[in-house]
């Protein structure tokens, strides 16, 4: 399977973005999906996390009440919107995908995701 990610971009604070993941080769609504990112200098942070089925989401407190998960299974795409932005979420985001794991606390503290995309920049100015 593979994972794209697009969608990041320079914003300024308390904007907003829309970040994408496609994915090819399998279908979506076999994995559960997750978003991570990683700021210069700092390691990779699981944020948000979706079951397979959609029902059940899960954020880091970092990004809860900011940023919603969601996901098309008929589009093969997932979504991370991300509200109210500040320059602390500057970093570079990553989607992943696993068909095992069980989205929670684990799945993004493990990052035992078995697929991962490329990343995308996201800058946030002040």
């Known amino acids: 399977v593979q994972l794209q990610a697009s969608g990041g971009g320079l914003v300024q604070a308390g904007g907003s973005l829309r970040l994408s993941c496609g994915l090819s080769?399998?279908?979506?609504?076999?994995?559960?999906m997750g978003w991570f990112r990683q700021a210069q200098g700092k390691e990779r942070e699981g944020i948000s996390c979706?079951?397979?089925?959609?029902?059940?989401?899960y954020y880091s407190d970092s990004v809860k009440g900011r940023f919603t998960i969601s996901r098309d299974n008929a589009a093969n795409t997932a979504y991370l919107q991300m509200n109210n932005l500040n320059p602390e979420d500057t970093a570079i985001y990553y989607c992943?995908?696993?068909?095992?794991?069980?989205?929670?606390?684990?799945?993004?503290?493990?990052?035992?995701?078995?697929?991962w995309g490329q990343g995308t920049l996201v800058t946030v100015s002040s």
């Open positions: 080769g399998n279908t979506l609504n076999y994995y559960t």
């Open positions: 992943a995908a696993d068909p095992h794991i069980t989205c929670g606390n684990y799945a993004l503290m493990s990052r035992r995701f078995a697929s």
């Open positions: 979706m079951s397979r089925s959609g029902d059940t989401s």
